[in-house]
């Protein structure tokens, strides 16, 4: 299995411009995470999915955030305007329900730089 | 929300030597998971170990839930085992999300 799939690895962008992440979960795989790493706050999250409905977005930290699940095997999160304050790695994760393990697999990241 | 705390937030160590991570929980949990984040930031598993005793290699992990912690062994250190080892819990309601720690920053000195 190709793990956790991420695009693009590294972003860098401009103040106001619209930012799109990208991930590609592992196959079979019913649950998908983003997380936010940043030195002030840690590994944070910031919404999940089940079988591609979202379960809990109270990690997203206002309307300029978004993140959808259109099918089983992708997922964004939209930045728009993005901020300097968005800088960060944005890890994506997956995990399968019901084979008595919950383990979470991480993307290799986003790493987003905003000027 | 469940408190995560590591001990100690540094770590510096001699290349063959042993060492213990802890991480404290303030809630039940029913998933528990320790992180190797590499100097490149990639987050590698290195346990998935909501209770019990497991062992890998040199690594070794347990958690004793009925006190709500975890402590992760390494022996026989490498350099290669430097970077970020984070623990990162599931609150025992269903909710899925982790919460983590702020890890460990373990440099292994050749």
């Known amino acids: 299995d190709a793990g956790v799939i991420q695009s693009p690895r590294h972003e860098v962008t401009e103040m106001g411009q619209e930012v799109t992440l990208r991930c590609k979960p592992i196959?079979?795989?019913?649950?998908l995470f983003w997380y936010r790493q940043t030195m002030m706050r840690g590994l944070e999250l910031l919404i999940y999915?089940?079988?591609?409905?979202?379960?809990?977005d109270s990690g997203m930290p206002e309307d300029r955030f978004s993140a959808k699940m259109p099918n089983a095997s992708f997922s964004t999160l939209k930045i728009q305007p993005s901020e300097p304050r968005d800088s960060a790695v944005y890890f994506c994760?997956?995990?399968?329900?019901?084979?008595?393990?919950?383990?979470?697999?991480f993307g290799p990241g986003t790493r987003l730089t905003v000027l | 929300g469940i408190q995560v705390e590591q001990s100690p937030p540094d770590l510096i160590l001699q290349e063959g030597a042993n060492s213990t991570l802890r991480c404290n929980f303030s809630?039940?949990?029913?998933?528990l998971q320790w992180f190797h984040q590499n100097p490149w930031g990639q987050l590698i598993n290195l346990f998935y170990?909501?209770?019990g005793t497991k062992q890998n290699g040199r690594l070794s992990a347990t958690t004793v839930a009925t006190e709500r912690y975890s402590l992760l062994y390494i022996s026989s250190s490498q350099t290669t085992d430097s970077g970020v080892y984070f623990c990162?819990?599931?609150?025992?309601?269903?909710?899925?999300?982790?919460?983590f720690g702020s890890g460990t920053r373990l440099q292994v000195q050749p």
């Open positions: 994760a997956s995990t399968h329900s019901g084979r008595g393990t919950d383990t979470q697999y």
């Open positions: 196959s079979g795989h019913d649950y």
């Open positions: 999915f089940n079988n591609n409905v979202p379960i809990d």
């Open positions: 809630d039940s949990v029913n998933n």
């Open positions: 170990i909501p209770s």
């Open positions: 990162a819990v599931a609150l025992d309601t269903g909710r899925r999300a982790l919460t």
